[in-house]
């Protein structure tokens, strides 16, 4: 891998945190979206810079913004993936402005999370952080003169990603796909340090679980609600079943999930080591086991809807529970089948999938997640890489399913433990320290020159 050329010689890291205010400031609540208005931002800084722009929309109003650097030959092509759109939110549940996009300086007298200046608004968590980080680097690398050696640098921010990509990642891999090909993408999905006793592990983000969202359905015989046994509660055959799905199916423990374990730990984990390895996290970090590993053990399943009957004084003869069901990367509908028939045995119900989204993931190893590593050893020598599958979702699933992409999600963030930041993702008060968004600048400065200057892109995509 060959090294920065130019590292340490730029600094995006202030040009970030201004640029990320900008972005709060911008209503892109998703619905509607409205993302016209950054996309705009973005592309004219990034012209500036002197990559060529491209705004394509599937819908008015909401662009996807494609932004090219040329090298002096052919090559291999990396692209820094992020999404403008942001979830709602309720503003009296805030102690600030969620536009606010204003930097609060950090109490002196504290610690974690109160200390350090942060900035503030809806999007620092999730995402405009990083899409701050990775325009402002790219800004810088184009106004340095930088160009790469071989291949292209490609920017691509996406409309939709909280509802679905269907006017944002999935459309253009679908329907474009010309247009955002490329070897090689960093995404959102992790870089959170783990720190468990001594050791401390920066999250890489090498894959999504699928989706196999189902309804589970009874059936019984109507009547009236004052007439209790006159009918069959089809509401009553569907509580037990609701009640069984509380205890998960049964722990599968695949190779990802193994080898998570085995680097926040440092040692080698096989199967039948896995419980007491998970045992041993959750003494020392029951967040980083509820959250990050446990969900990796396996298929999960958690009902969110339940539907009977439509007038209050009618028995329902049909009951219906929605149930989230995510799954590892390469499974399908069989296989979720067989692990929800274990929790709910032979019955009378039936089930049917609404989503059937089989997950993917990249190996990782090759020349990308060697940058990586490379990144993080330069920035804290002692910490290592953990590859994590992500229990959500996210536009690099579209990367390497409809262009074979090599995707990783990966942002580092330090200054801000995993309990600190979780619940500030899709929540209240949402914020990210200064520090962060300058660490994260400095990384997107640093990756494309590892992979894009002479020798790197001309190794294989991996």
């Not at 909401?62 to 990396?78: D, F, S, V, W, Y």
């Not at 006017?167 to 468990?196: S, T």
């Not at 003494?283 to 009977?308: H, K, Q, W, Y």
Request: overall charge negative; charged content about 25%.
């Amino acid at each position: 891998m060959a090294e920065s050329a130019v590292a340490g010689e730029i600094d995006a890291g202030s040009a970030a945190v201004a640029l990320l205010g900008e972005l709060i400031s911008l209503d892109t609540v998703n619905p509607p979206g409205n993302e016209e208005i950054a996309q705009e931002l973005l592309a004219s800084r990034l012209s500036d810079a002197g990559f060529s722009c491209e705004l394509l929309a599937a819908e008015p109003g909401r662009p996807n913004l494609i932004a090219r650097l040329a090298g002096q030959r052919p090559g291999k092509t990396l692209c820094l993936l992020s999404h403008v759109d942001v979830v709602p939110f309720t503003a009296s549940d805030w102690s600030f402005d969620p536009l606010s996009g204003a930097v609060r300086e950090g109490a002196a007298d504290r610690v974690g999370a109160e200390a350090g200046a942060e900035v503030l608004g809806r999007g620092a968590q999730d995402m405009k952080s990083q899409v701050a980080a990775e325009v402002a680097a790219a800004c810088a690398l184009g106004d340095s003169g930088w160009r790469p050696d071989s291949g292209e640098l490609i920017v691509v921010v996406t409309a939709d990603e909280e509802m679905g990509a269907h006017a944002g990642a999935k459309w253009l891999c679908e329907e474009h796909p010309e247009k955002v090909r490329c070897d090689w993408v960093v995404n959102e999905g992790a870089g959170i340090v783990v720190e468990l006793g001594e050791r401390r592990a920066y999250t890489v983000c090498i894959g999504e679980k699928g989706v196999f969202r189902f309804n589970l359905r009874t059936h019984g015989r109507a009547g009236h609600g004052s007439m209790p046994r006159i009918g069959d509660n089809a509401l009553l055959k569907l509580a037990p079943l609701i009640t069984a799905l509380a205890e998960q199916p049964a722990v599968e423990g695949d190779a990802d999930a193994l080898a998570f374990v085995g680097a926040l730990l440092g040692e080698s984990v096989d199967a039948g080591g896995l419980a007491e390895a998970v045992s041993r996290i959750a003494v020392i970090d029951p967040i980083a086991a509820g959250v990050l590993v446990e969900p990796m053990l396996g298929v999960s399943v958690a009902p969110t809807r339940v539907r009977a009957s439509e007038k209050d004084n009618v028995i329902p003869a049909l009951a219906e529970a929605l149930v989230d069901c995510r799954v590892p990367p390469g499974l399908e509908g069989t296989h979720v089948r067989a692990r929800i028939g274990e929790l709910l045995g032979d019955g009378d119900y039936e089930i049917e999938f609404a989503d059937e989204v089989v997950g993917n993931r990249s190996s990782p190893e090759g020349p990308l997640y060697e940058a990586i590593g490379a990144w993080v050893a330069g920035a804290e020598p002692d910490a290592v890489l953990a590859p994590m599958v992500m229990p959500g979702f996210s536009d690099s699933h579209w990367f390497r399913k409809e262009l074979g992409a090599v995707a990783f999600g990966f942002c580092p963030q330090r200054s801000m433990t995993l309990a600190e930041a979780l619940p500030l993702i899709h929540g209240a008060d949402e914020r990210i320290k200064v520090a962060d968004v300058e660490l994260a600048a400095d990384f997107f400065v640093d990756i494309p020159q590892r992979m894009l200057n002479h020798g790197a892109a001309d190794q294989s995509a991996g």
